[in-house]
């Protein structure tokens, strides 16, 4: 079954686009068949897309309405997508509603900072009233970006999202060159920046949250 990933964080330069573009890149380096869909005006996605190195199938949306019916065309493609991504804009808009309804799975980067976490809580309670709204539970987790662990200030924003119940991953992506070289190679991270991202598809792997490894490469 097609999975459908949606990044979103209502502040901006929290690590949307980086996020997105390390899991997707990582999938596909595995054998996964993968779609990504830029929603955000300012396109960031697409100079890392258009280097084609990845091999993945690269969409722009940007009118709101046409989003879900983009998806739902996608998730009929023969063969099947094993996920398509939605990356947004860091704004809370109709566009951020619609790749909330669409997905299964949200994903809210933080960086450590204040504003990023707060960004993060007001993104999570968004996606809890669009799934109420639709009656269904939608999966929605904050992953930490750019990080130098075991720093006072990132204990300090990991113990406020706790303190407020909202779940994150314990898997995060470190501080890494690597992940700021991604937009100039248009390719998967390398070296460290590899590594941290491996470990964040790895957590959510095991969390049974992104199912790709357990259809396929498992199997082989
Ligand atoms: N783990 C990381 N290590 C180093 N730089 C990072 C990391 N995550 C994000 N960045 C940098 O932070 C900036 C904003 O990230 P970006 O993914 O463009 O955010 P958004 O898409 O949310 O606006 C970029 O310059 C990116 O390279
Ligand atoms: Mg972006």
């Not at 459908?4 to 390390?22: D, M, Y």
Request: charged fraction near 25%; hydrophobic fraction near 45%; aromatic fraction near 4%.
């Amino acid at each position: 079954m097609t999975q459908v990933i949606s990044v979103v964080q209502e502040k901006g330069g929290a690590g949307k686009t980086t996020l997105l573009t390390a899991l997707a890149s990582l999938m596909v380096a595995d054998g996964a068949k993968i779609a990504v869909i830029d929603t955000d005006p300012q396109r960031h996605l697409e100079s890392w897309a258009k280097k084609e190195q990845t091999r993945l199938d690269w969409l722009f949306e940007e009118d709101d309405e046409k989003l879900l019916p983009t998806v739902k065309s996608l998730k009929k493609s023969e063969p099947a997508y094993d996920a398509i991504f939605v990356d947004t804009a860091g704004f809370k808009s109709a566009m951020a509603m619609h790749a909330i309804a669409a997905a299964n799975l949200i994903l809210i980067p933080s960086k450590a900072n204040e504003a990023d976490a707060k960004g993060a809580k007001r993104t999570f309670s968004h996606v809890q009233s669009v799934a109420e709204t639709m009656e269904r539970e939608i999966r929605a987790l904050v992953v930490m970006m750019d990080v130098d662990a075991h720093t006072n200030i990132t204990q300090a924003i990991i113990d406020a999202l706790d303190a407020q119940n909202v779940p994150r991953l314990n898997a995060m992506c470190a501080h890494r060159t690597g992940f700021k070289e991604m937009t100039s190679t248009g390719m998967a991270p390398q070296g460290a920046a590899k590594t941290s991202a491996q470990s964040v598809l790895a957590d959510l792997q095991s969390r049974g949250l992104i199912n790709f490894y357990r259809s396929s490469s498992w199997q082989k």
